[in-house]
């Protein structure tokens, strides 16, 4: 054999075995997944990325100074400090997270079924439903501006909107899911895997979805969920033409000393982020709910809740703990029928110092109402997912 066929035949070889070497290394490697562009790189409305790929909060509050204290003061006073900073990518991922049923037990329930954004991203029950629809104890807060509030659920029992969300994804009488079973589910789809390896591209391509990768994703479009251009807001810096005269007639009983409303709703989150026993009743055969006295072990907490914001309230009836009150007007007429009235017998609460007896009329009452629905504004509403990774169908 000549020495030609025989470097002829060992450069085919050499070239056979790259070839091989290389299809296996290619083939184990799509096993895996392969990282493709799936989320928006862009920030949602009212944020602006930074050179660290970060979402920072823009709004018109940014350019007053309260040196009293943010969030507690007059029309143009400045926020309390937000929670921003997440990555575009992980706010996209937490929308597709947030909308679908993939998230419960038994893929019948997202967060969206109790945070629906086409009612003021609460439900619209008097209390919510949870598993095989169980009637649960309160009613669904709405989640808008959540990124400023620093302690959740009616009771304060949560300081994280992490550690908040864990309770109704793992209970059973809520969505009742597990983390074994939530991370086994998203970690066999696919598309969960390319798009968390998108979102957290600082961790090895090919690991696995973890828990708190989750829990920040979903918390991250939770903060982005801005509501601070209502007509009440355009009015607060500077534009006197965007309330008409009953709505301002509405925003000075609001603001006096005698309805006191804004001594709790306090602007321009339009709540003061405390706790308040206010003796609102339950609903007929339902038991006394302690509120917060459970969780802070404070006995002159009993019956406290948290102060919600009134932010989109129009949006989120019915009203109260309980959803007791089934309108504005009801809600707000309760605050002149006299402190304490509605107080069971055999309760003995400490009714807030701001509840009192303002005697206001039919005529204050609808102007307050007028008012309150100055603060509507869903313009930064996000899109629900068309389809989602599951295969399911988006949950609201």
């Known amino acids: ?17 790259v070839f091989l070497f290389t299809f296996f290394i290619s083939k184990n490697k799509s096993e895996t997944y392969e990282v493709l562009t799936k989320l928006n790189s862009n920030c949602p409305p009212g944020f602006k990325k930074n050179a660290n790929n970060e979402c920072i909060a823009q709004n018109l509050y940014m350019q007053y100074n309260s040196p009293n204290g943010l969030g507690v003061g007059g029309l143009q006073t400045g926020l309390p400090e937000i929670r921003d900073g997440f990555s575009p990518q992980q706010i996209d991922l937490g929308r597709y997270l947030f909308f679908d049923p993939i998230l419960s037990g038994d893929g019948s329930m997202s967060c969206a079924s109790c945070h629906n954004p086409e009612k003021g991203f609460s439900d619209g029950q008097k209390t919510s439903l949870g598993n095989n629809h169980q ?4 009613a669904a807060p709405s ?72 829990y920040k994703s979903i918390a991250a479009f939770q903060s982005s969920l801005i509501s601070l251009n209502s007509k009440y807001d355009r009015y607060a810096h500077g534009y006197h033409d965007a309330l008409n005269d009953n709505e301002i007639e509405g925003m000075n009983v609001f603001r006096s000393f005698v309805a006191r409303c804004a001594e709790c709703h306090t602007p321009p ?18 038991q006394f709910d302690p509120g917060a006295q459970i969780t802070f072990k404070d006995s002159t907490l009993r019956g406290a809740f948290k102060v919600p914001s009134l ?75 068309n389809t989602l990774p599951s295969g399911l169908k988006p949950s609201v």
């Not at 009637?135 to 309160?138: A, D, N, P, S």
């Open 311 to 385: 932010r989109n309230i129009e949006k989120t009836a019915p009203y109260m703990h309980s959803g007791n009150f089934a309108t504005l007007r009801e809600t707000v007429e309760f605050y002149t029928q006299g402190r304490g009235h509605a107080v069971p017998k055999n309760e003995n609460l400490i009714i807030h110092w701001h509840i009192w007896e303002p005697n206001l009329t039919a005529y204050e009452l609808d102007r307050l109402v007028d008012f309150l629905k100055t603060l509507t504004d869903e313009t930064f509403t996000p899109k629900i997912p």
């Open 269 to 286: 989150l339009f709540t003061n982020q405390q706790f308040a026993v206010i003796g609102t009743p339950e609903p007929n055969g339902i």
């Open 135 to 138: 009637k649960l104890k309160r």
């Open 143 to 214: 989640l808008w501006n959540v990124a400023y509030l620093k302690k959740l659920f009616w009771d304060g029992r949560a300081t994280s909107l992490e550690e908040q969300m864990q309770e109704p994804l793992f209970s059973k009488i809520e969505m009742n899911n597990t983390p074994d079973n939530l991370l086994n589910k998203l970690n066999s789809i696919k598309e969960y895997q390319q798009m968390f390896a998108e979102a957290f591209p600082d961790r090895a391509i090919n690991s696995e979805i973890k828990l708190n990768e989750i």
């Open 1 to 17: 054999m000549s020495k030609k066929v025989l470097i002829l035949k060992s450069s085919i070889t050499g070239l056979l075995a």
